[in-house]
């Protein structure tokens, strides 16, 4: 039986008489890749913003690891990592001063070259956040999620925006830092990147949750409902075609 680190029953999210969130509940698995999907609106960021503790909640309950949101939402800071879609950071600093600020405001000791050798930016150490490249600066807002080696890591759209490389790159990063026992909860509206990284995801659309499995079954599901695409489906795609002309490696720009 695995072991539930998110689990949230009956949340609800008012703006006045608007209703975003309509009553969800849904559960996150240690060491899984959780995947909340939806169209602009759904209330996914909604929903997730008020498990990071950045929005409050009308009502419902929210438990993550044992912590009561309602209670603890300070303990429950201490155990997250935040990669928003758009971070800030300081663009005349490096790499490793960046790191060392972080790594201050959670009052940790980092060793700063192994956090960026993770992320395959170690030859970028002495860099300036603003002349990394788009993937560049994905994986470095990555790695300032993990300063506080936390057992739960959020990921808001991290591939929006990025070349076929920059976006397999950071799908092998997001793998390995749940291979190193960490959960990772995701959005993407990359249909492809959710069926590849995800064990189970979350549709949500109109503040409630109308599907949640994990991509096979829901393919499988729709498959056995009579669904048929009206284009025969190839062994590959356009994007497969791309990475296997132009190379997976690092790219500098």
């Excluded at 600020?101 to 300036?128: C, I, P, Q, T, W």
């Excluded at 925006?161 to 990772?184: C, E, F, M, Y």
């Amino acid at each position: 039986m695995q072991n539930k680190i998110i689990s949230v029953t009956n949340l609800k999210k008012n703006y006045g008489n608007f209703e975003a969130v309509k009553g969800i509940s849904f559960d996150v698995y240690e060491g899984e890749i959780f995947g909340l999907l939806g169209p602009n609106g759904a209330g996914k960021s909604t929903t997730l913003e008020i498990i990071e503790t950045l929005r409050d909640k009308t009502s419902g309950e929210v438990i993550v690891d044992g912590l009561n949101l309602d209670t603890e939402p300070g303990s429950i800071k201490k155990i997250i990592g935040v990669q928003l879609q758009t971070s800030g950071f300081y663009p005349g600093l490096n790499l490793l001063e960046l790191i060392e600020l972080f790594a201050g405001l959670y009052n940790r000791s980092v060793d700063a070259m192994e956090l960026l050798r993770l992320v395959n930016l170690a030859d970028k150490a002495k860099n300036k956040y603003k002349e990394m490249s788009g993937g560049q600066k994905q994986r470095f807002s990555i790695a300032t999620t993990l300063i506080n080696q936390p057992k739960i890591v959020f990921l808001d759209e991290p591939t929006t925006g990025l070349d076929p490389q920059a976006r397999r790159n950071l799908w092998d990063l997001i793998r390995d830092i749940r291979s190193k026992g960490t959960t990772v909860i995701i959005t993407t509206h990359y249909m492809d990147e959710a069926e590849q990284l995800c064990d189970r995801i979350a549709i949500m659309d109109e503040g409630r949750i109308i599907a949640l499995a994990s991509p096979d079954k829901m393919i499988d599901d729709l498959v056995a409902g009579g669904f048929e695409r009206p284009k025969q489906v190839k062994a590959a795609n356009l994007e497969d075609v791309f990475i296997n002309l132009t190379g997976k490696e690092m790219r500098e720009a």
